[in-house]
């Protein structure tokens, strides 16, 4: 049985976990955390949907295709994971939100039962409030608590918490994992990936997210779906609402900021007037998500950045899943299937880190690596 070393028990690394072990592997997660989910993937609830884009373009396509994915596993992994798939309204608040999803309505090609445009009357009947803008209406989406999703996903997984990964040292047969013999090795730490070699070049960084709850009013308590708006509003459950986010680059710290707070329900009641008044917050949290130059993941074979520009190659059975963003819940099980194809099918082959078919990461000096889309 092949033992893969998985740095990172967030849900990128879990997700991974979760895969190999159902393909009949031995995953172990290293977490220099005391328990998994410690960072961005702790957050009490997730919202899940699909990237937009205006064009079926391939990147397009993958976040299709993973929007679909975690829909069909959510849905069956069910009440473990606080899964509710109430669907989400996307509020079209400005005119170029207005063309890109009309756009995209065209151009994906999903029935009414996936994606539709909807009035603000039709959006208030399906939000149970008072709306102001027509939407774009996803009846499939929903949310799940990230760290619950993490937990269901290592279940049957070793997993060593509070363990760093100190040394790291490829071999003939595989990788030497602080001195322990395994024979492939997922880089899914985030921004963690930056402390080895093999990626230290890879341009990527983090961004700091601050989330909240606050005590349902006696009209937000009748919100039925998802509310999107740039920022974003989840039902009550248990009396609470969750509401988000910050997107704060050049921040690293995760303490609670105030201002953070008075932002999120300032921008809640410009998009969603039905709901301003005082609010009682009962609850915050911050945490540094991990995106990439151009906001898309980086997934699978690692490139060897020395070989790159002569002749493609890769780092010999080693793997990243990393700057899933703010759509980790969507992302980090597609791009486990991914890594898990591309080890068991064709690990010996000349590959890239998928994304898109154009793109390049930068990295010191003068080397430049391709970036393929292909799966």
């Known amino acids: 049985m092949d ?69 069909s596993l959510l849905q069956e992994i069910g009440e473990e994971v606080d899964h509710s798939a109430h669907g ?13 999803f009309r756009k995209m309505l065209e151009s994906w090609g999903w029935g009414d039962d996936l994606m539709t445009i909807v009035s603000a009357e039709q959006a208030s009947d399906l939000a149970g409030i008072k709306l102001s803008h027509d939407a774009m209406f996803l009846p499939t989406s929903g949310v799940a608590c990230p760290y619950k999703v993490c937990g ?26 602080n001195g322990e013999s395994f024979d492939a090795v997922i ?72 201002q953070d707070n008075t932002d999120i329900l300032s921008n809640l009641e410009k998009a969603v007037p039905s709901l301003s008044g005082d609010k009682e917050v009962t609850y915050a949290r911050a945490s540094l998500r991990t995106a990439s130059k151009d906001r898309l993941p980086i997934i699978g074979c690692v490139p060897d950045p020395e070989a790159f520009e002569e002749v493609p190659s890769q780092v010999q059975n080693m793997f990243v899943s990393t700057a899933h963003g703010s759509h980790g819940i969507v992302t980090s099980y597609k791009a486990a299937e ?7 099918q064709d690990a010996d082959n000349s590959a890239y880190v998928e994304v898109s078919p154009d793109r390049f990461l930068k990295g010191k000096g003068n080397r430049k690596t391709r970036v393929n889309f292909s799966q």
């Open 3 to 71: 033992r893969i070393a998985i740095i990172g028990g967030g849900l990128a690394g879990t997700a991974c976990a979760y895969v190999f072990r159902r393909g009949g592997m031995e995953p172990v997660i290293f977490e220099a955390s005391e328990s998994l989910a410690a960072g961005a993937s702790g957050n009490p609830l997730g919202l899940y949907n699909p990237r937009f884009f205006a064009e079926k373009m391939p990147q397009a396509e993958f976040y299709a295709e993973a929007f679909l994915d975690i829909c």
């Open 88 to 100: 989400s309204l996307h509020l079209i608040t400005t005119p170029e939100k207005d063309i890109r």
């Open 152 to 177: 269901y996903y290592a279940r049957d997984c070793e997993v060593r918490l509070n363990e760093s990964v100190t040394e790291l040292v490829q071999t003939t047969s595989g990788w030497q994992v």
């Open 187 to 258: 880089l899914a730490c985030g921004a963690g990936v930056l402390n080895f070699e093999q990626t230290n070049w890879f341009p990527v960084h983090t961004v700091r997210g601050q989330v909240l709850q606050f005590a349902e009013t006696e009209v937000s308590k009748n919100l039925k779906t998802n509310l999107n708006y740039g920022g974003y509003l989840l039902p009550s459950t248990n009396g609470v609402h969750t509401s988000g986010s910050t997107f704060q680059s050049w921040l690293t710290h995760t303490d609670i900021l105030e």
């Open 338 to 344: 991914i890594i898990f194809k591309k080890y068991v």
